[in-house]
């Protein structure tokens, strides 16, 4: 069974931790408006904030990120091992995890969603659509 919870999941233009721990987010979206098809994204954040209980203190997770279309075709996957650290007076412990992504390509326009999982269990989806939008002809 997985406990560990996903409570933020997005896409960002820029974003980042402080010493503190505050989570730092610029350019928020869903929509990338594409002048020309196929598009290539240059580059993008997933932010995502896990939250785990203290019964999964000093263990591992895997965390898998799965791009799909709207045809539920994979597109692009990543995943790693999420070290949970030991938290403090048996509070959940929050985990905030940036991954840059660059030059993602997108063939056509139209809906996708990456589905964060975590073991084998789908926690959370952050949808996507790109639209193409052709520049108008100045010649």
């Not at 905030?96 to 030059?103: A, G, Q, T």
């Not at 997108?106 to 520049?135: H, M, Q, S």
Request: glycine share 6%; proline share 6%; net charge neutral.
């Amino acid at each position: 069974m997985n406990n560990m919870e996903v409570k933020l999941a997005l896409l960002a233009d820029y974003a980042n931790v402080t010493r503190e721990g505050k989570l730092n987010l610029m350019g928020i979206f869903d929509v990338i408006n594409a002048s020309h098809l196929p598009w290539t994204q240059p580059q993008m954040r997933i932010v995502l904030t896990f939250e785990t209980n203290p019964a999964e203190w000093n263990t591992q997770k895997k965390v898998q990120i799965k791009l799909l279309d709207a045809d539920a075709h994979e597109r692009f996957t990543m995943g790693a091992d999420l070290k949970i650290p030991a938290g403090k007076s048996g509070r959940n412990v929050p985990i905030n995890s940036i991954i840059v992504v660059n030059n993602l390509r997108f063939e056509v326009a139209g809906d996708y969603v990456f589905c964060v999982l975590v073991g084998e269990e789908n926690k959370r989806e952050i949808p996507l659509t790109v639209n193409f939008i052709p520049r108008p002809d100045t010649t």
